[in-house]
């Protein structure tokens, strides 16, 4: 049929214009639900990059501390060198004057003067020779266990700070670097929980000893923080899985964490913590570490029975594949 019939029939005219306005209309919700679209994309983005800013920043801030550890645990291993090495000496020197005294004693018998010697004794009497001769070693061997501790800490440091390494890959000893972290986690678990360490025969791997440091020390004062009983116990485990693979095991007996939120964690800025009491990128920024080493990081927790952390790391890195990373 001719559409020019159409023409003066108000009613089709109507028809026309309505279907004209459910066009323009569709098309303006097609156009508005892009402009939706991709708003919300640039939103996804921008958030994305402000964590990557954080994690940066975070990462700065890490290496900051470092240098600044290292820096310290050279200045204090300085002094602390040459007051051991002097505190040595002085042992050696107090010995012989002991037995110097040791040796006036017995002669005390031969002094035929009686005021003298009598004027000895009661010297003797009111220094208290006698103790003093007992006390000076058993001080001299505190102040020494005193004096290693000290430097025992400052190398823990110094090892795990690790800045003069410049963050190469290199082959570490996974034992050694818990151990130094541990002993600089120290204060933060003490007074929480008993650190048991189940080491297995592992090889050394190929790592940035300083960055697996980081993970190790994150998950373990996590989980000292996550225990709520007077006491607690965190157990570190290691072994070997075949002939390229290793693994670590962090597990607590604290208050484990819900199922529901078992998948956010390693999100970032994601804590449950309270306000001011964490950033939530320590876990974040392990998830990326152990990425970035080519392994695996998982979490096993049962609420109120506690968590464990496995973590997997290849024993030496694909050829190539470190420098790409890095």
């Not at 009613?11 to 679209?37: G, V």
């Not at 107090?94 to 010697?117: N, T, V």
């Not at 208290?128 to 800490?153: C, H, Q």
């Not at 440091?213 to 373990?220: A, D, L």
Request: charged residues 25%.
């Amino acid at each position: 049929m001719d559409d020019r019939s159409d023409v003066g029939n108000p009613t089709k005219e109507l028809e026309l214009a309505l279907q004209r306005l459910e066009d323009d209309i569709r098309r303006r919700e097609a156009a508005e639900a892009e402009l939706t679209r991709r708003n919300n994309e640039l939103t996804e983005l921008n958030l994305r990059l402000s964590m990557a800013q954080e994690q940066l920043v975070q990462s700065e801030k890490l290496a900051s501390i470092g240098q600044l550890a290292a820096g310290v645990a050279h200045e204090i291993n300085n002094p602390i060198g040459y007051v051991f090495s002097n505190f040595e000496t002085l042992g050696t020197y107090i010995a012989r004057l002991l037995s110097m005294l040791e040796a006036y004693q017995q002669a005390e018998s031969g002094i035929g003067d009686r005021a003298l010697l009598e004027k000895l004794r009661k010297q003797r009497e009111e220094m208290d020779i006698d103790f003093l001769i007992e006390d000076i070693p058993l001080m001299m061997d505190e102040s020494r266990e005193g004096i290693t501790r000290v430097r025992k800490i400052v190398q823990d440091l110094k090892d795990f700070s690790r800045v003069d390494a410049n963050q190469e890959w290199q082959w570490a000893d996974l034992h050694a670097g818990i151990d130094s972290t541990l002993n600089i986690v120290s204060n933060e678990v003490k007074y929480k929980a008993d650190v048991v360490k189940e080491y297995g025969d592992i090889p050394e791997i190929e790592c940035q000893p300083s960055h697996i440091n980081q993970v190790i020390m994150n998950i373990v004062v996590n989980g000292a923080h996550a225990i709520n009983a007077e006491r607690g116990m965190i157990t570190i485990r290691t072994g070997r899985q075949g002939e390229d693979q290793v693994w670590i095991e962090i597990s607590d007996n604290g208050a484990g964490i819900p199922k529901e939120i078992q998948s956010r964690i390693f999100d970032p800025f994601f804590t449950t913590k309270p306000i001011g009491s964490g950033t939530g990128l320590g876990l974040s920024l392990s998830y990326g570490i152990i990425q970035k080493h080519n392994g695996q990081i998982e979490v096993q927790s049962e609420p109120g029975q506690g968590t464990t952390f496995r973590i997997t790391l290849p024993v030496r890195q694909q050829e190539g594949a470190a420098e790409e990373r890095a």
